[in-house]
């Protein structure tokens, strides 16, 4: 999976393969499936929670309580290792430097939240009519006109 995005005007290639997430293992000492994950089951159940409490809770409430509870450690992460990863951004300054020098903070959080988003539906696995489970790519290309 690939997408372009630009941070503080600056283009860079995210890409999320086998190179991403060993990248992220290793500078991280951590698996960045189980993060994204963690941060999907947390999501889940701040859905569950605010339906129960807030039941006329509307879609921009729902927003903010979502994004106010996305871990930016995790963005961050995930962000800066698609980067990496990319054969296409020349060069990649180490993670710290990367953050620091991030201007436009909100931003680059929306585009690490939807980037992350894109990985969870990307990697999601369907199970059909007859049962048989195949990923989101699968499907698509099942759906293209003949």
């Known amino acids: 999976m690939e997408k372009t995005v630009k941070i503080d005007g600056k283009q860079y290639t995210l890409v999320y393969k086998g190179k991403t997430e060993r990248i992220y293992r290793e500078q991280f000492h951590s698996d960045m499936t189980a993060d994204i994950a963690e941060i999907q089951w947390t999501q889940n159940q701040i859905m569950e929670r605010t339906k ?12 903010i309580l979502l994004t106010r509870n996305m871990p930016s450690e995790t963005l961050e992460r995930v962000m800066w290792a698609s980067i990496k990863a990319s054969n296409k951004n020349k060069k990649v300054k180490p ?32 199970v059909d009519i007859d049962g048989k489970e195949t990923s989101s790519e699968e499907e698509k290309d099942t759906k293209k006109p003949i």
Do not use: C, H
Request: no cysteine; aromatic share 14%; proline share 2%.
């Open 95 to 126: 993670f710290e430097s990367f953050v620091d020098d991030i201007e436009d903070y909100m931003s680059f959080r929306q585009e690490a939240m939807t980037w992350i988003y894109n990985i969870l539906i990307g990697s999601e696995s369907i």
């Open 52 to 63: 129960k409490e807030l039941p006329n809770a509307d879609n921009e409430m729902i927003g």
